[in-house]
């Protein structure tokens, strides 16, 4: 599954589930218009004592105020993650300064994934691998082949698709973190 919105341009991020491990991936471009600002941003973090990867694509600032929102949740409801976003989701899509907010969250656990959206959306995905971002159907076309056809360990994974994805998206580039569970 993969969530795209020109609103959006500037980052790719990528999670691929395989067995016991998953992992997600951000590359670090951050543009303005069609201005390069910044290569090495972090947009892929660890929260709630290392035990869920967040990822985000859109406003930097949003999205830092929306991983403190997050962690809040993470904190309240000790490390569960399905209440977590869906409580997020709520207070994203009713509160009058959160619902201005332009950003998109891809969030993980051991067990679980989910994009969460300002609109209210929580999506799960049908299988083990999902992207936000402008080049999220780049890297998404290209984990699912490796998926395939491999035995590729899912950090692996997430660096050959998101290698694939800078090579094809103008607002994707090639510095790659990665972090995994």
Request: aromatic share 4%.
């Amino acid at each position: 599954m993969s969530f795209s919105n020109d609103k959006w341009r500037g980052t790719t991020i990528l999670m691929v589930r395989r067995g016991n491990k998953v992992a997600v991936a951000g590359d670090g471009q951050v543009s303005l218009g069609d201005m390069v600002m910044k290569h090495r941003a972090k947009k892929v973090r660890k929260l709630y004592h290392g035990k869920i990867i967040v990822g985000f694509a859109g406003a930097s600032a949003d999205a830092l105020t929306l991983f403190e929102r997050l962690e809040g949740k993470l904190e309240a409801h000790r490390g569960n993650l399905t209440r977590s976003v869906v409580e997020l989701a709520k207070d994203w899509r009713t509160d009058k300064v959160l619902r201005r907010l332009e950003a998109l969250l891809l969030a993980v656990d051991g067990e679980a994934a989910f994009l969460i959206s300002g609109t209210g959306d929580v999506i799960e995905p049908d299988e083990g691998v999902m992207a936000i971002g402008s080049g999220a159907p780049y890297a998404l076309a290209a984990a699912r082949a490796l998926m395939a056809h491999t035995d590729l360990t899912p950090a692996d994974i997430c660096r050959e698709a998101m290698t694939i994805a800078a090579s094809l998206c103008v607002y994707t580039n090639s510095e790659i973190i990665i972090e995994e569970l």
